[in-house]
């Protein structure tokens, strides 16, 4: 199946921080039998691995420079202990200049420096096409913060995942318990309050590709609802704008 201009089809998940939007695109492209971006990912192993290197967030084009050459490879292997689930019963591992990343990219210095590195409009153009690559039959379902708005703006289908800040905080609070995460927890709670709103101030008000929905994207608010619910929604979305069931 491709578009009107002879491409493969996009279904685009946005949203902020916490919104579960990760999550659901797996769910999703388990279902629909398509690959998937976690363009946050990206943004995670530049960050990363501009720390691993040694360079400086206030030095744009050494980060940019870095992320034009970004040495990663994406590849799915049999079910593993401690690897993101990838689709069809696969896993996803991630491989930064030869070295295995997983837990890494998934740690709150991590994601505040991603958030950062996002925001540099030149670091963005240099990941730009990178994204656009991963748009290959059977099709494409894209997470991130401007799928729909930026990276695919003609993509037939577009979701906004969002909740209310509160309950973002209590979700990452539990996976940090379900980790074993111990010390001041209350204390805890309220670092992660105060990043989640740094974050969605810094996303929504940086001057390149700020957290917005698009204008024909479709609005699900996750909070109180089960991965379930909210992938139901999804694929309702989808076996309208796709020929998929």
């Not at 659901?24 to 990912?41: C, E, F, N, T, Y």
């Not at 200049?97 to 670091?123: D, Q, Y």
């Not at 799928?147 to 509160?166: N, Q």
Request: charged share 25%.
């Amino acid at each position: 199946m491709t578009n009107f201009q002879g491409l493969p089809p996009v279904l685009t998940i946005d949203g902020p921080s916490g919104s579960g939007k990760g999550t659901i695109v797996k769910h999703v492209a388990q279902r629909l039998g398509w690959h998937m971006l976690d363009s946050g990912a990206l943004y995670r192993l530049v960050a990363y691995g501009s720390q691993q290197n040694h360079l400086s967030f206030e030095d744009e084009n050494a980060i940019a420079e870095y992320a034009a050459q970004l040495d990663v490879e994406f590849k799915l292997v049999e079910l593993e202990s401690g690897i993101e689930t990838g689709q069809n019963g696969q896993d996803l591992q991630i491989i930064l200049e030869g070295k295995v990343v997983g837990s890494e990219l998934r740690t709150e210095t991590t994601g505040n420096a991603a958030s950062i590195v996002a925001a540099m409009p030149k670091v963005r153009e240099a990941l730009l096409q990178r994204q656009r690559d991963f748009r290959q039959n059977p099709g494409l379902v894209a997470d991130g913060r401007d799928m729909g708005t930026t990276v695919f703006p003609d993509a037939e289908a577009k979701i906004f995942l969002t909740a209310s800040a509160e309950e973002r905080a209590q979700r990452r609070y539990k996976q940090l318990k379900e980790k074993g995460i111990s010390g001041n927890l209350a204390a805890l709670l309220q670092d992660i309050r105060r990043d989640i709103n740094e974050r969605d101030e810094r996303d929504s008000q940086r001057s390149a590709s700020p957290l917005k929905p698009a204008e024909d994207a479709i609005l699900i608010d996750t909070s109180g609802l089960s991965i379930e619910q909210v992938v139901e929604q999804v694929m309702a979305v989808c076996e309208k704008s796709f020929d998929v069931k």
